[in-house]
């Protein structure tokens, strides 16, 4: 938005920051603050996941067609309604599918959290991994 382009470097700056940080590091640092179990794995998570959706809705948002825009304006529609009737639902699948990759991300790497004792699926593959038992390793991967 116009209003605020001014922060745009900034924040995408302090998300790729973000995203250069593994998961592993963020839970060190969040468990002295927060304690053991999901609170530090959903802080983690929140934080890795964060990336996809925003880049996407950027990405989506601006390249809108010019007659789209003015067809709206036209049409005596505000900003905020532009927003919600037009901009949103033509960028919905950009930033659909960043969502998706959101998840892809969350569900791929939720088992570190088990390092930390929240319930995941890691505790399977630690288990695994302190018995050698592959099968079990195989079942939490």
Known sequence: RPAGAEFLPLSRSLVNIGQTFPPVAVLALAVPAVGFGEKPTRIALFRYRLLPIFEN????????????????????MTGWQRL????????????????????????????????????????????????????????GG
Not at 57 to 71: H, I, K
Not at 114 to 120: D, E, L, N, P, Q
């Open 57 to 76: 809705a950027l990405t989506a948002l601006p390249p809108l067609p010019g007659n789209v825009m003015e067809a709206a304006r036209g049409a005596g």
């Open 84 to 139: 919600m009737k037009v901009e949103l639902p033509l960028s919905a699948p950009v930033i659909l599918g960043g969502i998706r990759l959101s998840v892809v991300i969350g569900l791929a790497t939720a088992t570190i959290g088990s390092t930390v004792a929240a319930k995941t699926l890691g505790e399977v593959i630690i288990a695994g991994l302190i018995s050698n038992n592959l099968a079990f390793v195989l079942q």
